[in-house]
């Protein structure tokens, strides 16, 4: 997770259930090049953000941590029905009032004044209404399991990444169990077909392809299943219509490099909420009375998506952005999931522009750091050298 959820867990009361719960603190991220041994460090406690009182945020075993929530919203009012699967969202004139569901294999109609899809990558709105656009940008594929032995180094509480020589290839190393381990692999789907078409074997090869990986993951013993994960950036057209909205996924989902998904889920759930009580308090649930909700999400989305964008493209180069004062706090409150109710951001266009000057002069000293399909060298300067 990113810290900035944590305003949102304080806010909903879940926050104590997390503390109780036990899920391992996460006090910082380390990135590790493709070459050399080395890794780049970065403490959350560094740079606080205002109204969060905690220099951590958490891993977490998700199945564990959905069901506490669950069972939260059900405490504090909430009806919830496990095991129904919603066929349809119904419409009348155009407008949601309801949602066809199966229970017990009985096809059943119920009316809704708003229907909110919370389906997640399923989009089941999203396709209902033909509203998904494919991320032009990213078309990645990611192969993750479950593994016990996994050395963690020096800083076992970090989310380590560990950066692959293929295209916008890494590794996340996630702690979540004081001895199980979540590894996952992403690449360009291109690098997959590359191979000889086994995930497993995909995956076995790229996690040895970087030095801090290999020696992570030499006694590594996997304890579940191989998941496999195509094709996952994309944007709904709309996030919302006469009479309903999309949250979390079923709006947009962008790769998964800064861990902020759950972040993003939340807050949108945050923000439809109180689009939704004031849209109700006014007796308008039209389209123009949630559109707010809309540009909203879609601005805070299009940061993010902007940010993962240049991230990829400078890979370990952002760092230069941590180390300049006068970019370093925006870079970090963008990498704890800082990205709602911003005007502007300048580090973005600074990092759009140090990426032109690099591209576009021949004899830059920093082009072979750039692009995902390169190696950083282990006999190359630090880019901060290079400045
Ligand atoms: C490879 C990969 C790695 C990721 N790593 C991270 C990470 O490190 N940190 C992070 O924050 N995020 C990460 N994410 C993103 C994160 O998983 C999502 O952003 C987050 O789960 C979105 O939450 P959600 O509630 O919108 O959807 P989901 O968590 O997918 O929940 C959707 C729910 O809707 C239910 N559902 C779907 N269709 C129906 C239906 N028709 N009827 C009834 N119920 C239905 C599903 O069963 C599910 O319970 C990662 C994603 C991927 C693909």
């Not at 998700?62 to 009012?77: Q, V």
């Not at 861990?259 to 389209?287: N, P, R, T, Y």
Request: glycine content about 6%; overall charge negative.
């Amino acid at each position: 997770m990113v810290t900035a959820i944590t305003r949102v867990f304080e806010e909903i009361g879940f926050l104590e259930t997390m503390e109780r719960e036990g899920f391992s603190h996460k006090y910082g991220a380390s990135w590790h090049p493709t070459a050399s041994h080395a890794a780049l460090h970065v403490k959350f406690a560094g740079f606080p953000q205002p109204g969060i009182n905690q220099d951590y945020t958490y891993h977490v075993d998700r199945s564990r941590f959905d069901l506490l929530l669950l069972k939260h919203a059900e405490k504090l009012g909430s009806c919830v029905c496990q095991g129904v699967c919603v066929k349809k969202v119904l419409f009348d004139a155009g407008h949601a009032v309801g949602v066809r569901v199966n229970i017990a294999g009985q096809s059943v109609d119920i009316p809704a004044r708003i229907v909110v899809d919370a389906s997640g990558r399923q989009a089941l709105l999203g396709q209902q209404l033909r509203l998904r656009r494919t991320d032009p940008d990213f078309n990645q594929f990611s192969v993750h399991a479950w593994f016990e032995n996994v050395d963690r180094g020096g800083r076992p509480d970090d989310i380590h990444i560990h950066f692959l020589p293929v295209k916008r290839g890494w590794v996340w190393q996630i702690p979540i169990t004081d001895t199980v381990t979540s590894m996952g692999v992403v690449a360009e789907r291109e690098v997959f077909r590359a191979g000889k078409g086994d995930y497993e074997v995909w995956f076995h090869e790229l996690s040895r392809s970087a030095p801090d990986i290999a020696l992570a993951m030499r006694d590594a013993k996997r304890v579940n299943d191989f998941k496999v994960e195509a094709d996952y950036s994309y944007q709904m057209d709309s996030f919302m219509g006469d009479g309903w909205l999309l949250v979390g996924d079923a709006a947009r989902f962008v790769d998964p490099i800064i861990s902020s998904g759950v972040s993003v889920a939340m807050h949108s759930a945050k923000f439809a909420s109180e689009q939704i009580a004031s849209a109700l308090a006014a007796d308008d649930v039209s389209c123009s009375a949630l559109a707010h909700y809309e540009t909203r999400l879609k601005n805070a989305t299009a940061i993010w998506h902007e940010f993962i964008r240049l991230y990829y493209k400078l890979l370990l180069m952002f760092t230069v952005f941590i180390a300049r004062e006068e970019y370093r706090l925006q870079v970090l409150q963008l990498l704890q999931g800082d990205i709602y109710d911003r005007e502007e951001v300048p580090v973005l266009q600074a990092m759009r522009e140090f990426i032109d000057n690099v591209e576009n002069t021949e004899s830059h000293l920093l082009r072979p750091y750039f692009d995902g399909d390169l190696i950083l060298d282990e006999d190359a300067p630090a880019p901060q050298e290079l400045l």
